[in-house]
């Protein structure tokens, strides 16, 4: 998603620093989108779950003077209990979907305030509405992300910046494949294509939009079911869309 994002903002005019860990790919990547849309691509390779990676990027966003858009979107899931689960693994999992996003968003908005203006998005997902097995720690970080983004959204009325969170369902992306995930048994209907994600994300963020995105109407409808259902309903239903995680 985070490659549509960039590809999106770029049709929109945006110069862009790009960052992931895959150097090659990010650097072709911006070569592609500075010629193809006459921007300013940078790549600037980094592990957002580690110390250095998500301090040294902090320290350069912190510096610049016309950061208009900050989208907090590296992310990954994982298969199985947390019983069962390395330590280490579900360890950088909050690193990267909880002190990244924190660090990168407190280094942007100081000088987006005093500019007023500016958008941080940062990419949670309908997991954080959810509790479900096999995804102990993906739910509770993406609840950590959505309420964060909600909680400076008010702190943020009358700067002229603007938090979100997008709460996406099934996107078709990397993430499903690189977790191992079994997604057979997710209907066609819940699966969504990420340039229709982002761009209910970007006409959002950028016309006046809610604070939490849930793009498409399925979605819309299940995370509303699961506020107002009771919990015999939501639990069966966490048991099934826990199945892929387990
Ligand atoms: N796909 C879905 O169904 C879905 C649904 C809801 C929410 N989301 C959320 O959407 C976001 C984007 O995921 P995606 O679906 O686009 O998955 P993806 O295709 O696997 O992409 C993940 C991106 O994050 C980067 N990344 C992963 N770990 C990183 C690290 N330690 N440091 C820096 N960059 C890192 C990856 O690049 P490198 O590997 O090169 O670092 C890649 O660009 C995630 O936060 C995910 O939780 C996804």
Redesign the pocket.
């Known amino acids: ?3 549509v994002f960039a590809q999106q903002l770029a049709e929109r005019g945006f110069d862009l620093l790009l ?4 150097a090659e ?2 650097g072709a990547l911006a070569d592609q989108l500075a010629l193809e849309y006459g921007v300013s691509a940078d790549a600037w390779p ?5 110390d250095e ?1 998500m301090r040294g990027l902090a320290e350069l966003l912190a510096k610049s003077d016309r950061l208009m858009v900050l989208v907090n ?5 994982t298969k199985g209990l947390l019983a069962d689960r390395p330590v280490s693994e579900q360890a ?1 999992m909050l690193e ?2 909880v002190m990244a996003p924190m660090l990168l968003t407190r280094a942007v908005l100081p000088g987006m305030i005093s500019r007023r203006e500016g958008v941080v998005i940062t ?5 954080s509405f959810m509790t479900s097995k096999g995804s102990v720690n ?1 739910c509770a970080t ?1 609840a950590y992300q959505r309420v964060m983004m909600e909680s400076l959204a008010l702190e943020l009325e009358g700067t002229g910046v603007r938090a979100q969170a997008l ?10 494949q ?1 977790g191992e995930m079994n997604t057979s048994w997710i209907p066609n209907f819940l699966w969504l294509d ?1 340039p229709r994600v982002v761009r209910e994300s970007l006409d959002a963020a950028f016309g006046n939009g809610p604070t939490v995105v849930v793009p498409a109407f399925q979605y819309r409808f299940i995370v509303g079911l699961f506020r107002f259902t009771p919990g015999f309903i939501r639990r069966a239903f966490q048991r099934r869309y826990g199945r892929s995680r387990t």
């Open positions: 998603m985070g490659k960052v992931a860990r895959d790919r990010l980094a592990d957002l779950s580690r990676g979107n590296a992310g990954f899931g950088t990267l979907h990419v949670a997902s309908v997991a993906y993406k709460c996406p369902g099934f996107v078709h992306t990397e993430f499903h690189r990420a």
